[in-house]
């Protein structure tokens, strides 16, 4: 369990830093994070083919194991190559998504904690979710101001895995509930 807490503490650094240089320069970051995507999308596409050819036994599944490979690292060629403005947003409205999902489920297992400082992480947590549903739900919403928003999850959610690394001190005991 201490590389789970460990993994808390890097991933909260990680987040925060991407979070930082989000609000640096939005309109460049996004185009290195869009590169990015495209760079591990792609190798993860090749990864996947060398596993179909090596790895897979069954000819159907090796086809077909090539194929989601071949479709993966076309997906990271068209955003490594062209960055879309289109890629942008979908990339960004995975990223919210996937941070409000993130928000929830920290949310439950910190509401478990007895620490007192909970309460800060729980309205991290909403403050999160409230961001993305701001995100998601006004497409009129300007670019910088769309990734100023994303650049608020990143942070909060960073700050927020640092004080999980600090509040959940063995992650296999689930507290048993309280009699009323």
Do not use: C
Not at 46 to 53: F, N, T
Not at 54 to 81: D, H, P, Q
């Amino acid at each position: 369990m201490k590389k789970e807490r460990m993994k808390f503490l890097f991933q909260g650094v990680l987040l925060l830093i991407l979070g930082l240089l989000f609000m640096t320069d939005p309109i460049r970051q996004s185009a290195i994070l869009l590169m990015s995507i495209g760079i591990v999308l792609t190798l993860s596409g090749i990864g996947i083919i060398v596993d179909g050819l090596i790895m897979t036994k069954v000819m159907k599944y090796k086809i077909l194991r090539v194929l989601e490979g071949l479709l993966v690292s076309g997906i990271g060629f068209v955003f490594f190559l062209r960055n879309p403005a289109s890629g942008a947003f979908f990339v960004i409205s995975f990223v919210v998504i996937t941070l409000m999902m993130v928000a929830v489920t920290n949310t439950v297992a910190i509401y478990k904690s007895d620490n007192p400082i909970k309460w800060v992480a729980i309205a991290l947590n909403i403050l999160v979710i409230w961001f993305g549903v701001q995100s998601l739900l006004d497409p009129q919403l300007a670019v910088v101001i769309f990734y100023w928003t994303v650049s608020f999850q990143l942070i909060f959610t960073g700050v927020n895995h640092i004080m999980m690394y600090f509040l959940i001190k063995d992650m296999t005991v689930i507290p048993k509930p309280k009699k009323v």
